[in-house]
Every structure is written in C-alpha cells, then in structure tokens.
C-alpha cells in the first residue's frame, strides 16, 4: 500500500495494538461489508419517496440533483459490495476496503448533508424540523453501520449532525434549539458507544490472540510447541518442494536436573532454547518437543546442511547456568511435507539418526542417509526401504 493509503488506514482505525491490527482489519471489514450492504438499500428505497414529498418550489437541485447522486451513490456502494474479498486469506484487501469505505462514508455524509439544509433552507414553517430529524436519524444508523471504522463514523456524526444542528440553534426559535440540543447529545451518545464497542473489540482481539499463543508456544521456552511445529510443517509441504528437520537433544539431561536441581534445569533449557531459536526465522521454525528434545525445522535453503555443526559448537561453548559445559546431538534428514504419513516418515528419520549420533559418543550431528548407507553399504537405489535399526536405551 502507498504511504497515503497507509496514512487514510491509521486515521481510519488509530490506536491498534501492533498484535491484533490485521485480526481487527478483518473482523471490521467483514462486518462493515455485511451492514453496509442493507444501509446502502435502506438510502435508495428512501430516495423515491423523498422525491415524492418535495415540493417543486424547492428548485431542482434539491428535488432532483440531490436525490440522483443518493441513488447513484448507493447503486455504486450496493454493486462494490458485491464482490467477495476474501478478508480472511487476503487481509490486505481488508486494509484497502476499510480506506475505501472511509471514502466512501465522507462522500455519503456531504450529499447527505447538502440534501437536508438545502431541503431546510427551502422549506417553511413547521416542515423545516422534518429534514434536520430525518437526517440525524440516517447519520445515527450510518455510524452504527460504520462503527468498527472510527474515523468514518465520526465524519458522519460531525458532518451530518454539526451544521444542521448550528442552523437550528441560531434560528432564535426554543423549538428548533431544543431540538439542537436533542440531536447534539443524540450523537456524543452514539460516539461513545463508538467507543466502547472498538474497546470491546480489541479486547476481545488481545484475548483471543493471547490464547492462541498460550497453545502454540511451549510456556517455559517460548518456543513453537509440537501441536505449531504440525501446523508450520503442513504449511510447508504445501509448497511441495523437500525440508529439513533437526532433531536436538540435550545429552545427559538428567545429571543437570539430579545435580543442580529442576529450576536450574529449567534454565538451562531455557538458554539451549535461546540459542536454537537465533537460527529460526523466514521459512525456518524452533519447537520445543517435550523434555529436553529441541528441534528446528525449514526448507533446505533456510536451513543449510552446516546448520546442524554450528549449533553443536555454539552450544558447546556457551556457559550454561550450572556453570558447566552441555552439548548436544542431532539427528538430520530431509523429505517432503504433502501429508502427515510424510512427516511421520521425515520425523522418523531424524530420530533414528538421532539415536544414531547418540550411540556414537553424543555431542555430535549424524544424518538420516548416512545411517542407510552404514545399514546397507550394497544397497541399489531401486531396493525397498530397509527395516529400522533396533534401538537400545541411550540418554
């Protein structure tokens, strides 16, 4: 979006928290293209009737000028909300809808506002009071429609309400500045409901954002939990071209916790967590599996083959809160993404060369094509798969 567009968005809906700002484009999107479509009906089945109820000695400017541009107006809203956008998977169409929409509601507001003082202006006597009533009515029920977008509920409030109710308190009659009073207040009600519906809302938002990180994230670490890493490797085999997965584990994790006790066990899991998480980023994903199983997961090219000695020597030569050294190992292997049968198979591989890097003496990588090649030396390309390694208990 151009940098005015970004301007129109932020005066459109201001002080979102950076964390839910796309949740909220959407969500008022959504219910600003649903309401809007009966608003815009409403204003063209009232147009005839206007029309109608017009006297000839009102001008043709304000007879006809005015109510065509009403109905031209609400065709063009009727027929651009027609289309579906796809908000959910396209939020950037929600940005543009809602600066459109802005646009839109100010155009709306000033024909609406001409209309009603023109009308006011031409009238005589007790009629005059019908046009300001009708048009605070239609300015209520537009920036209700309108409420999730702030600043388009506020220019119909202001633009509508403000002139005509400054016409009718300078008129000198108690009636018309009654009636003034009514409608000022009607509408400083309404924006403050404005604002305790936005308040609500992005509430509600920061809540729900809350709970979806609480069951993605492993609580202790911060990291992807197993459930996320599932959802990111499904997102990645749509793709379908081959990832990487390291599996990490902590050797001798349970002499630190024996040792020094869980918490500071914690803390070290903490700091390995910290120092696999450097390596995560666009199109690589960190997760914590459960005790003191790590694992990094990306495409080939995000996640180059050295990764894996880079993290063994980082890791090796970080101090630890213990104050002694801890190393690592970890199995790698690489396969496609399509289906979960797919990544049981990729997982599989990457535990088996784990175990493998295990066996060997620990604080070392060991990779999923290497332990077929040690299994089956002979091996043609065209054999079947070999049956898994039997595994005994190392830690």
Known sequence: ????????????????????????????????????????????????????????????????????????YCLSGIFSLRKDNQFETKPWRAERFIVQSSISSLIGALISTTWAISSWLGAEGTERLHFPVILVMGALATAYCVASIRAAAA?????????????????????????AVSLTLAGIFQWRMIN??????????????KSQTLALTDPLTGL???????????????????????????????????????????????????????????NVSSARLGGEEFALLGTPEALPADKAAQLLSEIRNTAMPHGGQVTVSIGVAEGTLEDDRA??????????????????????????????????????????????IPRQNVA
């Open 224 to 282: 992807l939990n197993r459930r996320a890493l599932l959802d990111f490797a499904e997102a990645l085999g749509s793709d379908g071209g081959k990832s990487r997965l390291l599996l990490i584990d902590i050797d001798r994790f349970k002499a630190v916790n024996d040792s020094h006790g869980h918490d500071v066990g914690d803390s070290v899991l903490q700091e390995v967590a910290r120092i696999i998480d450097v390596h995560a980023g666009n």
């Open 155 to 179: 220019m119909h409030l202001l633009i509508d309400i403000v002139p005509i109710a400054a016409l009718l308190f300078f008129t000198g009659s108690t009636l018309d500045m009654a009636a």
């Open 1 to 72: 979006m151009t940098k005015v567009s970004d301007f129109l968005r932020d005066i459109a809906i201001p002080d979102l928290a950076h964390d839910v700002r796309v949740d909220y484009m959407v969500a008022a999107a959504s219910q600003v293209q649903k309401q809007a479509r009966w608003l815009f009906v409403a204003l063209l089945m009232t147009t005839p009737v206007a029309v109608l109820v017009t006297p000839e000695s009102a001008g043709w400017f304000v007879r006809w000028a005015l109510p065509a541009a009403m109905a031209l």
């Open 196 to 209: 305790v519906h936005h308040q609500h809302v992005v509430e509600l938002l920061l809540l729900k954002r």
């Open 343 to 388: 990544w049981r198979t990729l997982y599989k591989q990457a535990d088996d060369a784990l175990y493998e890097a295990k066996r060997l003496g620990r604080d070392r990588q060991y990779h999923s094509d290497d332990l077929e090649i040690a299994a089956h030396p002979q091996r043609r390309a065209d054999d079947p798969p070999a049956a898994p």
